[in-house]
Structure formats: C-alpha cells, structure tokens
C-alpha cells in the first residue's frame, strides 16, 4: 500500500508518503514546514491568525501531494497545540476542508508510535529511553506498553516563551534554562527511577539538526542519521557553543534549517538535563519517530485510517 502520515506539531507540519509491503517501510517523499502553529498559545491560549492560515494552506499543499503521488491511505495526528488550542476545532473543521482529516491523539499514543517508528530503523536494547523533544511537549518512553511514557508540557516553544532568552542568550540567562529543565525532567521522569546506563535515543527536530550540525549536513540524509551516536562531550560543548551565539550566526552554521535556530537552545537544554538525568554516555540519534510509527499501524489494531476521499 502506498500511505502518508501527517505530523501536526506545536512548532514543524510534516508529513511522509511510504510504500509499506508487509512490515517494510520504503519512504518516498517527505515533506516539511515549519509554521509555529503553537506560538501564541501561551499569551492567547489560541492558534494565532497567520499561523492558523499557514498550516491549513500547508495542509492543502499536502493533499495535493498525496494525490499527485496516489496515496491509498493516510493517517493525520495533531499532537500537544492541537490538544490545548482554544481554536481547534475550527482548525480541524478547516483542515477536513483543505482535505485532511486530523486526529487528535494524547500523549500516550504519541509516545507509542515514536517507539514503533524508532524501532523501524534502530534495533532494540535493554534499558533504551526514547526523548522525543518536541515544539509542546517532551515524551519519554521506555516501552510500548501502558505507562511506559511521560509527556511534560515543555517543548521547545513553550520553553522560549515561558523563559525568554536575550540574542545571544546572556550566561545567567543559559543557567536558568538549564536549572528549569534539569527539575522538570527529572521531577517529572522520577517514576522510572534512578535507571542509568540506558541508552539515549533522540528523535524529533532537535536531535537530528543537532547531529546534522556535527556532521556539517549541507544536504539532509535520514541514512546517515539513523543510528549515528554523539558522545556526552560532543552534546554539551554544542549546547554551549550555541548557547553563546545569535539566531542569525546559528541559522549560518552547515546543518540548520530556517526556523529552528532560535529554538535550538531551549532544546539543547533539555537534551543536556535529560542525559545528566539518566546518566547516559551519549546519545543515539534516530530521523524516524512518529511519522514511521504511524505509517507502520495504519490499518492496524487500534490505529485508524483514512482512505483518501472518505470522511475528508
């Protein structure tokens, strides 16, 4: 079957078209706007204007691909801005419109699908964690199973609005971020317990530019992420090189994308409290995650589909 999934995040839309033949994933095309849908949620508590109009003329982009492209099926999740929003259901009301019918999914099924999505590209190992960093939240998850994931409500976007950084951030500035998130990860992540050695595996915006920054990434290549280990070392001396820069000489660096440069800090922060808070040496860094996940269950016990054209 030829799919699409469909990433409505706080901060990046994306979505993926993949041929699945059996448990086999084979991308085709992917595809990705950062819109910063949940910008203005902390001030308003609503999807703001110009933010709202982006997204649903991406999402109609999105269509428009999928049927150039001949899509059987496709799956659309709105994650943490979709689950808070005061506007969302004339945004979902809009999207079914544009042609995208959006489900809402909560933090544990989010976390799910990251696992099945990580697990399509990197082997499993005893004791592994999954951080998922995302524009609204952060997810945890130490296993497929119930209670197996820990959604905090500090995404990258939430963290810039709630805790505002100078350009370039001042020192006192970097140490209270760090501070924040070092107690709200490790408050919130205390029911797994003082596990350590597990490994770190990362996905989501965060972790990949991270890793595309190291290698000097002028062109993206999933590939040459998937699996790629950064040491300990390497993350904090990148958290305080970027910590120390601009949003205009960070968006210069070979490897960041338009758009993610001023949130590259707040998400630095959460990766450096999260490795001091399970003890890891390192991390792993995975491009797959949710879209895979949710490629991988369509049409599968408790997931949902949409066959194109039908409740759209």
Request: hydrophobic share 40%; charged share 25%.
């Amino acid at each position: 079957m030829r799919l699409a999934a469909i990433d409505i995040g706080t901060n990046t839309l994306r979505m993926m078209v993949a041929d699945r033949e059996g448990t086999r994933i084979r991308p085709l095309a992917r595809y990705q706007r950062i819109i910063g849908l949940g910008r203005r949620m902390r001030d308003t508590g609503e999807i703001g204007e110009d933010e709202f109009r982006g997204a649903i003329e991406t999402l109609r982009s999105f269509r428009g691909e999928m049927d150039r492209l001949g899509v059987d099926a496709c799956r659309a999740c709105g994650t943490a801005c979709l689950r808070e929003a005061s506007n969302r259901d004339r945004f979902l009301a809009e999207a079914g419109g544009a042609g995208i019918g959006i489900e809402v999914i909560g933090p544990a099924e989010e976390g799910r699908l990251v696992w099945k999505g990580i697990r399509t590209a990197i082997a499993g190992r005893p004791g592994d964690i999954a951080m998922d960093v995302g524009g609204g939240s952060t997810e945890f998850t130490a296993g497929a199973g119930e209670g197996e994931t820990i959604s905090l409500p500090i995404g990258v976007v939430v963290l810039s609005t709630l805790l505002p950084l100078s350009d370039p951030p001042l020192p006192w500035e970097w140490k209270a971020l760090s501070h924040y998130a070092e107690r709200r990860i490790g408050d919130g992540t205390a029911v797994f317990g003082r596990r350590r050695n597990r490994r770190l595996i990362g996905t989501a915006g965060t972790f990949t530019t991270l890793l595309a920054l190291d290698r000097k990434m002028t062109r993206y290549e999933p590939d040459r992420i998937n699996g790629a280990r950064l040491a300990k070392d390497a993350v904090l001396r990148w958290a305080e090189r970027l910590a120390g820069m601009t949003d205009a000489q960070r968006l210069r660096l070979p490897g960041m994308e338009k758009g993610r440069e001023r949130y590259m800090v707040p998400g630095m922060a959460l990766i450096c409290a999260a490795i001091r808070r399970f003890g890891a040496d390192g991390l792993t860094v995975s491009d797959a995650g949710l879209l895979e996940g949710i490629i991988a269950g369509i049409g599968g016990n408790g997931t949902s589909s949409n066959p194109l054209g039908e409740g759209q």
